[in-house]
């Protein structure tokens, strides 16, 4: 276990790269994957790992937990991050490897971080020298790898989860971080500021260790106890975790759409104010709503549509901050609405009849007919004005011959849908 850490110099390194442990005993958190008994510890321990991606949130331990494979293994460990390298340093380990292999018989680990940064056509490199075993290939992703790798080489690595760290393992890797820092200094803290760091630091194990670092650095002098109040004129603001363009915003915006499919007013304020405060563009949370109004409330509530157009409209005369308030409105609107998705279900089906049935000739009896000719041939012969009939319907029939049984749209009993049912109903008896 006398192999290097990754990040290793002469340069004075923050307080979480200092405390990266070289140990599985050390490594707080991801019981699920690397506890006692689990397959990927007994690998790690034996010093033979597979290849595979470590993918998990910002902080949770995925550079941690190679750094460990690295002082387990007899294997040449390869460090790379796919922010600052390319594929030509890529070739390169490769053929360092190879050479290795040739020479020594030893094998080797390439550590590729943050590799959903390789693009899905660079990332075939990696592909032939993990096919025939030159290298053992651990890559650490933040994104949705079935997502950011491609198949190929996804269907030749194990995919590990890494979760957010819980509060307890937040709280031992703060009083890890606490004791190395007042280790020349009498200062104690206490179990309600080490409790603000554990929820301040959102399961991120780095954030947690990077206020410990901070706080010491702006101690007052004389300092002997860090209370919760002190701690708080420390830290910054809680910035949520949030990407506008993967995976958090689909997660984000399907947990929004579904807390107002049921019917949860504060789920649904929650999401929407997350998805705001962390950046999200209003106007996209707006033509969503609009989605949510005719997907999912339809005509059990007419006026959902109109609400959602106006607080679009609204936001966008308004702009943020003042424009979300419109939204929050339609939002709550959308939330207590009665909800029917038969509007959404008779589409699909009118859809599907339209592409089997995409020739069906018009009824003479609704055809335009503008010409004498056309008056001749038989348009728009026999047809009846239903406003000028008894009860306004002529009980006519208005589709094709081959659809003319057909029954698309079923409203519910919620809300006007109620109404409409009835109404549907006495159609049909007038029309016999």
């Not at 820092?181 to 200062?187: D, G, K, L, N």
């Not at 603001?237 to 915003?249: A, F, L």
């Amino acid at each position: 276990m006398d192999q290097p850490g990754l990040f290793e110099g002469s340069a004075p390194q923050p307080l979480a790269a200092r405390l990266r442990p070289d140990d599985l005993d050390l490594f707080f958190g991801q019981s699920h994957i690397v506890g006692e008994g689990t397959p990927l510890r007994e690998a790690i321990e034996s010093g033979d790992v597979p290849s595979m991606v470590f993918w998990g949130p910002p902080g949770c331990g995925k550079t941690t937990l190679a750094n460990i494979i690295a002082g387990y293994t007899d294997k040449n460990f390869e460090p790379f991050s796919a922010v600052t390298e390319g594929v030509p340093r890529v070739r390169e380990i490769i053929k360092e490897a190879k050479n290795l292999r040739v020479r020594e018989g030893r094998g080797t680990i390439l550590f590729c971080d943050e590799i959903h940064r390789f693009n899905k056509g660079q990332q075939d490199a990696f592909l032939p020298c993990v096919e025939d075993g030159t290298i053992t290939l651990i890559g650490a992703t933040t994104e949705n790898p079935s997502f950011e790798l491609n198949s190929a080489l996804l269907s030749r690595l194990k995919v590990y989860v890494l979760n957010s760290l819980d509060e307890k393992a937040i709280g031992d890797i703060a009083r890890r971080g606490a004791e190395e820092e007042s280790a020349e200094q009498t200062v104690a803290i206490g179990d309600d500021a080490l409790a603000l760091i554990s929820r301040y630091a959102d399961g991120d194990g780095r954030r947690a260790l990077n206020a410990i670092e901070t706080l010491f650095k702006h101690l007052p002098d004389g300092t002997t106890e860090v209370d919760e109040e002190l701690l708080r004129n420390v830290l910054d603001r809680r910035m949520p975790r949030y990407d506008k363009s993967g995976e958090d915003h689909f997660n984000h915006i399907s947990a929004l759409h579904k807390a107002v499919r049921g019917s949860d007013v504060e789920g649904t304020l929650y999401w929407l104010a997350r998805m705001l405060s962390a950046g999200e563009d209003g106007l996209y949370v707006a033509r969503r709503l609009v989605r949510m109004a005719t997907e999912d409330i339809g005509l059990a509530d007419p006026r959902a549509l109109s609400i959602t157009i106006a607080a679009k409209e609204a936001y966008h005369f308004q702009g943020p901050p003042e424009g979300e308030l419109a939204l929050a409105e339609a939002a709550i609107y959308l939330a207590t609405a009665p909800k029917s998705n038969k509007v959404y279900e008779a589409w699909a089906r009118a859809r599907k009849a339209a592409s089997d049935h995409p020739n069906e000739p018009v009824p003479l009896h609704i055809r335009n007919a503008p010409t004498k000719l056309m008056k001749e041939l038989g348009y728009g012969k026999d047809y009846k004005y239903d406003p000028a009939e008894e009860d306004g319907v002529a009980g006519q029939t208005y589709l094709p011959d081959a659809l003319k049984d057909s029954s698309w749209y079923e409203p519910t009993q919620m809300g006007y849908e109620k109404t409409i049912a009835e109404r549907l109903e006495w159609f049909k008896k007038k029309r016999g």
